[in-house]
């Protein structure tokens, strides 16, 4: 497998998606394999890419998701620096003023004469421009004046609709928070115990005008959020002529912006590059996942902007055996029998005994499922709070079938085998291992790696140029060293299965 190519090996994630093994996760509480589908994301932090700056949510949003102190090129994208120019600036008053001095001394006073004062003479002040690195943009290029603070003075290109679209914010935003009240309302009459916390994930920044409202308290946006008249928009047919000139004079392609100019500046989408402005950068974020059964998180980034790390990285590939496909023994015909090479990896601190099966072992699933519901009932949040959040996850996940897709048949393997255990100082041993009794599938061993060969036989009626796909659940052991109930501490050994397609090529002509 080369980089960029996608994988030929896929996992079925619990929730029916196939996915290569880097893009799955793997939930110690439940225990199963998540996908980015079937785990919920969260925000952990806002930060600007370029300055590094940690910006608190609330702040964000205040700012439009922008930094205040970077700006991106409106021709290229890149980052624009401010650059320092010094600028002559003639001091009219206090020459005046020294004229008047000098007027009355009556003395011809030359500039080298002690009696004249520094500011006298022609003296410079630096002035900033925003310059691109890149593709040589400056703010001079569309005549926005120079500024005398490097960061953060530039001002904002305010477009012709801004009024409009702020009343149509302020309109949305009081709808949003009646319907919120009657939903509320609604629920309250309905069951009266019940939904008494607001949810946690709101991001219309209307909580807390709820949660005034809950204890008792006067509302403070109440007043301002009153229903704001909006004049609806209204379409209408007449449109502005076409310049006289646009069928005479030749087109200068170098004056008219691009299409992604034009949707970097979507307020007023210029069409001649001398009304491109700098824009704003966007923050980024790091994001937290957490698994939607049992709200155990999967993913949580180290807070701040500068560090790469995770606190919690519950990656697929550190928990499940990883199938890598070597290759096809020989050229893929229809009803051929064939074998084709697979590699495992344990890359776990246990061994694992790993089994390939045809069909779904029943009991694992029944097992599977048992753990599932305990860890629900253990999860922390529930138990603290007695309640549940109505968050994001409150949404449960829908199972899909995973669509069987294989079309060869395999011989399974004689018995299940060993893998042993990840050591990394074992990666440096010379020696070879004394060769033991290995079941004869195992072509070669070495610490945690085994190349196994899988025999099958492609379906008699593919059609040449159709791709092959192997099927089978990998059944492996795996020891959980974190326990779902508290006065549990051993580590726990779970069978576990995943669905596993592997896509070995396409039947040659
Ligand atoms: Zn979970
Ligand atoms: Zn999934
Ligand atoms: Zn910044
Ligand atoms: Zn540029």
Redesign the pocket.
Known sequence: MSFMQPSPVKYACSCGILNPINKLFFCRHCPKLRCGFCVSHEIESNFCSNCLENIPSTEARHKKNCCANCFD?P??H?TLSPRATAVPVVRKSEESKDKDKEGESGADSSPATPSTKPSALPTTKKMYYLS?L??R?TTRDVGIPDQGVATGTWPDNESLYQARFNTLMEYYQSLVLQEKQEKQEFQRRKAPKHNKYPSLTDRTGLTVSLIRRQIGWSDKNLSKTKPVNITPAEASAEVDDLPADIFTQPINLRSITTISQRHSQPADQPEAVNKLYPQRRSLWIKRSLRCRQCEHNLIKPEYHPTSIKYRIQLFASYHVPEVVMVRCEQPLQPGQANAILLKFTNPTMFDMTISLLETAPQEVLQQACRIKEEAVTSSPLLKATGVTLSRQNSTREIKREVLDVANAKLVPLESPFVLSQRDDSKEFDEDVQAPSEEPKFIVWRKANKVLLRLQFTPDAELKPGQLVTLGFYMQYTYVNTVSNTQDKKDPTTHALHSRIFIESGSIGN
Request: aromatic share 12%; proline share 0%; hydrophobic share 10%.
């Open positions: 090129c021709c290229c890149h691109c890149s593709c943009w």
